[in-house]
Structure formats: structure tokens, C-alpha cells
């Protein structure tokens, strides 16, 4: 099933998708578009919805907030159709050379993306005719996640930093304490409105995400506590009231599961 829906917000327009071959999508996939700029292409899935909202759209530039395949799925697309320029992180071009393997659960969810080289490369501020947005860097969820802050507006483009204000599941490679350390970054900025990639928030947006840095920091106390008493990831994660999701592990073949939360809290407390 594939949903495509439009909404706005202020000046800023969001495209809201949403895929599965089973059924209706339970997590969605948002693009934003504001004053001629695009932020994110989607995920490959939706790639002909997403040409059709886009090609009667002003687009004169295209930022990509991080590698991940549900940000960069279209990018030869966008490229094609509109012949802009497309501005990312020297990280982000680095890594969508030869882009990581996804797993069975990613490619199915999202489709895979292949690597992509004609970024120009920013680390500052991008600028359109009546903005100004900050790139602020927010490593934990993918290391070359970067966020937007329009600070006039108090418009916040947050990647992945939010989703929810709990974790469904957990990338093998993220790291927690570099998401504590980015979320409380971002908590120190002035927005009103949060532009998640996946769930934006409107209403108390700081709230939303102060709750999400307690589960963080909770879910990073707990396991330090169980980890000073000698236990290893595996005890760790028994004695924890998580919940895993074992269908969604093993089609990911453990790339996306709750225990990659121990896992990446005992390597954060191990590398100092």
C-alpha cells in the first residue's frame, strides 16, 4: 500500500509517504519544501508519488540531511527532473560513494539506494532568497546526520533525532551517548516547530524531544548500572522491561533490534 499526502505548516510545505507491501505503512517518510529549497528526497519506494509532488515545485536547491536510503532514495530523480544542485555534508558525500549494505527489513521497508557524486559540499549555512538555515551536526542515529535551524522562524529540521520519545528499534551501528549528546545540542536552540523526517511536531516540540533525551539517558543509567555488576550485553538486555521486535531482527539479521541498544551503550561506556 502506498500513501502520498501533502499538509503545510507556516511557509513550509511537507510531503508526507508511506509504504508497505503488506498492508498500510506504519512508519511514514516526510520530505520538506520551503522557499525554493528541498530537504530530503524519500526513500526509493515512492519514487514515482514523489516525482509527480515535486514537478511542479520551484526547486532550486536540494539539501540531504544524512545517507540513510530514506533520504537519498531519490536522488538521481530529483536530479534528473529538475537539474538543480545538490548540497550535503562532506561526511554524508563521503559515505554515498559506496553507500553500507542494507539489510532484508531495510530494502523491503525502504528499497536500497545506489551511491550518488554530484553533492556540493557545505558545512555552515544554506541560504535561500528569504532564509538563512544553519547546519548543525547531530552524529548518533547515522554519523553524518546534520540537522537545519532556521533561527528567525524557530523552524527546526530534525533528521532523525525525534521520531518518538522512545525507540523502537536500533541501528547496529548508532550510538546513544552520541544522540544524548546531540539531542541535548539541539535543546539549547529556540524552535517552535520541529520538522522530523518522520513525525513532525507542531505542538511543544522542546517537550517531546526533552522526553525522548530522559529515555536516553534512562535507557543509558540502567544498562551502565547492570554492566558495573559484570553482566554481558545478552544478561544486560534480560533484565531489561524492553520488548523486542523478532520479526523485524531477523529479517534484519540483527542490524535493527533493542539489543543493538546494549550493545551501543556497552561500546560507549568500553571506548572511554
Known amino acids: 500500500m502506498l500513501v502520498s499526502e501533502t499538509f503545510s505548516h507556516q511557509e513550509v510545505r511537507g510531503f508526507k509517504f508511506g509504504y508497505n507491501p503488506l498492508g498500510k505503512p506504519v512508519l511514514y517518510s516526510h520530505v520538506y519544501f520551503v522557499d525554493g529549497l528541498l530537504i530530503d528526497t524519500g526513500h526509493i519506494k515512492i519514487k514515482e508519488s514523489f516525482l509527480k ?12 540531511t544524512h545517507h540513510h536510503e530514506d533520504h537519498t ?6 536530479k534528473e527532473q529538475k537539474e538543480v544542485e545538490i548540497f550535503c555534508s562532506p561526511l554524508c558525500q563521503e559515505l554515498m560513494k559506496n553507500p553500507p549494505d542494507l539489510s532484508l527489513a531495510q530494502k523491503l521497508t525502504w528499497g536500497d539506494r545506489p551511491p550518488f557524486y554530484d553533492f556540493t559540499t557545505i558545512e555552515d549555512k544554506i541560504e ?13 542515529h547515522a554519523k553524518d546526520m546534520v540537522a537545519l535551524y532556521e533561527r528567525d522562524k524557530k523552524w527546526l529540521f530534525s533528521a532523525d533525532l525525534y521520531i518518538n520519545s522512545f525507540i523502537g528499534y536500533f541501528l547496529e551501528n548508532e550510538s546513544i551517548q552520541d544522540q544524548i549528546n546531540s539531542t541535548k545540542r539541539i535543546l539549547e536552540l529556540d524552535f517552535e516547530a520541529m520538522f522530523c523526517a518522520h513525525n513532525p511536531q507542531f505542538k511543544n516540540p522542546k517537550a ?11 535507557s543509558f543509567e540502567a544498562v551502565k548500572n547492570l554492566h558495573n555488576q559484570g553482566l554481558n550485553p545478552k544478561q544486560i538486555f534480560d533484565q531489561l522491561p524492553w520488548k523486542e521486535d523478532w520479526f523485524i531482527r531477523f529479517l534484519s539479521g540483527g542490524q535493527l533490534s533493542k539489543f543493538n541498544m546494549v550493545k551501543s551503550i556497552v561500546r560507549d561506556i568500553e571506548s572511554k
Open 208 to 218: 517531546k524531544l526533552a522526553k525522548k533525551l530522559d529515555f536516553l539517558e534512562s
Open 53 to 64: 509532488r515535486t514537478q511542479n515545485l520551484d526547486v532550486q536547491k536540494v539539501f540531504i
Open 73 to 78: 532514495g531519490n536522488l538521481q530523480g530529483i
Open 128 to 140: 535561500t532568497i528569504n532564509h538563512r538555515f544553519e547546519i548543525i551536526p547531530i552524529p548518533g
